[in-house]
């Protein structure tokens, strides 16, 4: 990711995070409705469940120089997904939603370019998580 994106990513998410308890429980019946055989996988609370997601997205958007600090935590989280039985397909599926929702709360202010800087985020944090090296090398950050 570039200064410009990583700029775009933490004003706009300044603005999202104001209603992230509403956001993330809509975000997680987006997921369900387009993914029901996603629900079961989850035994917990939705709303509580939606917080811990969205802590993870403010570490990152709060760290996009220098995301080796978070590695490890993505990496212990990814290995704790493969237990809670997420397969890597099942990223897409989660990405579509957060961006669905992104747009929703943004609305004018989620242009293309915006919606392309949250892309790499959510990517980064999925392939860091997946553990998959040479994607990480691909989508690591950089100031160019
Ligand atoms: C950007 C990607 C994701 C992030 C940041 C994320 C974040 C989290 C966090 C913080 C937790 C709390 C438990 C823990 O720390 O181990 C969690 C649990 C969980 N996540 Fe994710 N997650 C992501 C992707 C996914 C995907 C793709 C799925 C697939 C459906 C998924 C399904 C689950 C399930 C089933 C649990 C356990 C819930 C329960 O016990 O009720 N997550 N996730």
Known sequence: MNERQIELVQRSFMRFASCSVNCSTSFFLHVFSFHPELRP???GDIERQGIMFMKVVSMAVNSLYD???ILPALREL???HIEYGVQPHHY???RE???WILKRELAEGFTEEVEQAWGCVFDLIAVNM???E???DKASTSSD
């Open 78 to 80: 990814g290995k704790r």
């Open 134 to 136: 040479m994607e990480h």
């Open 92 to 94: 897409a599926a989660i």
């Open 130 to 132: 997946m553990g998959n």
């Open 67 to 69: 995301m080796d600090s």
């Open 97 to 99: 939603s957060f961006i």
């Open 41 to 43: 996988l989850f035994t």
